[in-house]
């Protein structure tokens, strides 16, 4: 794989046509959007597309297949296909991805990186349409049974150091909090255990949210409809922590209008059976229901069992990701005991000690080699930190 870290200045030409596919109209603001948790978003013939890929039913923000010019669809391997922006942008995040993942790379600081994004599998196209590139990437969200997944743009700034006057009145247009905030919340779905729905939010949601609001406004993302997920909130404070020792440790890289996705299981876990979270679960469902995980795949689950007995049916379906396994892959056993050394005792309502969380870095585009540290990204990150630690204070 290339390790150039000319990032800025690779100009390949793709094609960037889209084929027309008509998906769900884009949300709008106002009140979340309700999703029936495990209804397939893509119309009663479950529309294929690319040689069986289908638009990624569960993205939160971003371009969206068929509404814009590029998307995300999902490849019937698991994967994530992210069709390449038009040049410069894209070619930038295929050389990002390349460079962070090429075969001969041996330096700790990129290792080190690989942990906090999803893994890369090159590139992809179909058959019918060779010159549109795909970068092949992981779902973030496989494992997960009912995702809750939030999209979060970090950084002072929105637009990189080449952008013209017009495209930073833009961003700054955008969300003139920028600056002050250092992030700003995309868009998010929270799986809400008694309707067993998920609410959606949009980029709207999170551009109307100020310095008053962002704590509750984000707060909103751990919240399923009975409780606070505490544990989750405390997990992706560890997650995050780790990413902000990643980027104090480095000044080779600066990343603008990049992404933190967190997903966390909003399914409840074994540990909350005896709760008053359980009691009402069981109360309110039918003693079997057909589900479709966030990967279209369908599980059957009685409402009552654990988690152990959730993985089991999806090892049965060919996943892997096990929780019981400790994710013998990807440097996922290391995540998953750092995770369980960072819960203390902070883990608690609705997903027990073992809080499943994901906190990774995603959108590239704009990533460009630097000589110094990325003080907006850093600021951005201490701040998101603070606002998680005081959801967690208010909430003991
Ligand atoms: N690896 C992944 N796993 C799961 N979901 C993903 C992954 N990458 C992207 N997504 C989903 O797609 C959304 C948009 O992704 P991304 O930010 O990379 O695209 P974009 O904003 O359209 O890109 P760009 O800014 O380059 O135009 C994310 O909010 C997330 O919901
Ligand atoms: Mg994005």
Redesign the pocket.
């Known amino acids: 794989m290339e390790s150039s870290l000319a990032l800025g200045r690779l100009e390949l030409t793709p094609s960037t046509a889209a084929v027309g596919v008509n998906l769900t109209p884009r949300l709008s603001g106002g009140p979340p959007a309700k999703e029936k948790s495990g209804q397939r978003p893509l119309g009663p013939q479950g529309q294929a597309h690319l040689n069986g890929c289908v638009p990624?039913s569960?993205?939160?923000?971003?371009?969206?297949y068929g509404v814009?010019k590029?998307?995300?669809l999902q490849h019937p391997d698991g994967?994530?296909l992210?069709q390449l922006?038009p040049p410069p942008?894209?070619p930038r995040?295929m050389q990002f991805y390349s460079m962070v993942y090429a075969e001969e790379c041996s330096d700790p600081c990129l290792l080190e990186l690989q942990n906090h994004?999803?893994?890369y599998y090159g590139t992809w196209s179909s058959p019918d349409s060779p010159i549109d590139l795909y970068l092949k990437?992981?779902?973030?969200?496989?494992r997960f049974v009912k995702p809750c997944?939030?999209?979060v743009k970090l950084g002072q700034r929105s637009y990189d150091p080449f952008a013209s006057q017009e495209k930073r009145e833009q961003q700054i247009r955008k969300y003139p909090l920028m600056e002050e905030i250092g992030f700003l919340v995309?868009?998010m779905r929270v799986y809400k255990v008694c309707s067993d729905t998920f609410d959606s939010y949009d980029q709207h949601y999170g551009r109307g949210l100020v310095k008053d609001t962002i704590q509750d406004g984000l707060a909103k993302f751990f919240h399923n409809g009975v409780c606070l997920r505490k544990d989750a909130v405390s997990a992706s404070i560890h997650r995050v922590q780790q990413i902000l020792r990643w980027f104090e440790s480095q000044h080779q890289l600066a990343f603008y209008?990049?992404?933190l996705?967190f997903?966390y299981e909003g399914f409840p876990s074994s540990s909350s059976s005896s709760s008053s979270l359980s009691s009402l679960l069981r109360a309110g469902q039918e003693e079997e229901v057909a589900e479709f995980n966030n990967n279209n795949i369908q599980v059957v689950l009685p409402w009552d069992c654990g988690m152990t007995t959730i993985y089991t049916n999806h090892r049965k379906h060919g996943h892997h990701h096990c929780a019981e396994e400790g994710e013998g892959e990807d440097g996922g056993r290391r995540r998953r005991e750092e995770e369980l050394q960072g819960q203390g005792d902070d883990a608690t309502e609705g997903g027990g000690t073992d809080t499943e969380v994901e906190v990774?870095m995603?959108?590239?585009?704009?990533v460009f080699p630097s000589e110094s540290h990325d003080h907006g990204y850093i600021y951005g990150l201490k701040h998101l930190l603070t606002v998680l630690e005081q959801i967690l204070c208010e909430a003991a």
């Open positions: 990624l569960h993205q939160v923000a971003g371009h969206k814009d590029v998307g995300i994967t994530v992210k922006q942008r894209g995040e994004l999803p893994k990437l992981e779902d973030v969200t496989r997944i939030m999209d995309l868009g209008a990049s992404s996705l997903v990774r995603i959108d590239f585009a704009h």
